[in-house]
């Protein structure tokens, strides 16, 4: 069955330091998503990335936040000069509109850690 | 009002109990309708679509209530490994936009 892969599972990172998740989508999906969940919280929508470029964004994802689809297959979220508040899981996740498919595939989520 | 509201629970039901949970929406443009589920520290999984006419997958019965902006989802006979956190996922796509917002999602404990 087709998933989503993401690196790191798990990342510590000092105050300040720039951060970059990396996520494998679905091969044949066109829409990404990254999403963040704070320990014992909900699953909060960062971003939507279609055709290279983000199609919406929330007010969490502000200026120190940044996605990028760097080759074919690899969406990245940048986390510069990381907060303590920032410390939750990313999960990444992919899906295929386009088809009438609409179904929202995670990864296994990357746990970061803001010390 | 929150997008998409739940009862965060727990609720707490023996083995082989039903138990039903609801979902509601604000957004009445909103055109898809799911439910996931989240084990701890574990990425959400799909559990199924909800489609206008409702549907069931085994012990699991999904229904859309459009007029009422509601969701909700039944399970029968409920197992152990049925423990879990039910989210309710509605897909706004108003606006040329494919959002898919979460509710908080309803704990599920099963117990023996």
């Known amino acids: 069955e087709p998933e989503v892969t993401q690196t790191p599972s798990h990342q510590v990172t000092q105050m300040g330091q720039e951060v970059i998740l990396r996520c494998v989508p679905i091969s044949n999906h066109l829409y990404f998503y990254w999403y963040r969940q704070i320990l014992g919280q909900k699953v909060e929508f960062l971003v939507s990335?279609?055709?290279?470029?983000?199609?919406?964004k929330s007010e969490i994802f502000d200026d120190q936040f940044s996605v990028e689809r760097p080759d074919g297959s690899n969406f990245t979220l940048k986390i510069r000069s990381t907060k303590l508040e920032d410390s939750a899981m990313y999960f990444c996740?992919?899906?295929?509109?386009?088809?009438?498919?609409?179904?929202?595939?995670f990864g296994a989520g990357s746990r970061l850690t803001v010390l | 009002r929150k997008e998409v509201e739940q009862d965060p629970g727990p609720f707490n039901v023996p083995e082989g109990a039903t138990v039903a949970f609801n979902c509601t929406y604000s957004n009445s443009a909103s055109q898809s309708f799911f439910w996931y589920r989240q084990d701890c520290r574990k990425e959400p999984k799909l559990l199924m679509s909800?489609?206008?006419s409702g549907n069931e997958d085994g012990r699991f019965t999904a229904q859309l209530n459009r007029a009422s902006q509601y969701i909700s989802l039944l399970i029968r006979d409920s197992k152990l490994s049925d423990s879990a956190t039910y989210l309710c996922?509605?897909?706004?796509?108003?606006?040329?936009?494919?959002?898919?917002?979460f509710g908080t999602g309803t704990r599920l404990k099963v117990l023996a």
């Open positions: 996922v509605v897909n706004d796509r108003s606006a040329g936009t494919y959002k898919y917002i």
């Open positions: 996740a992919s899906s295929d509109l386009s088809s009438g498919a609409n179904v929202l595939t």
């Open positions: 909800v489609y206008s």
């Open positions: 990335f279609y055709n290279n470029e983000i199609s919406e």
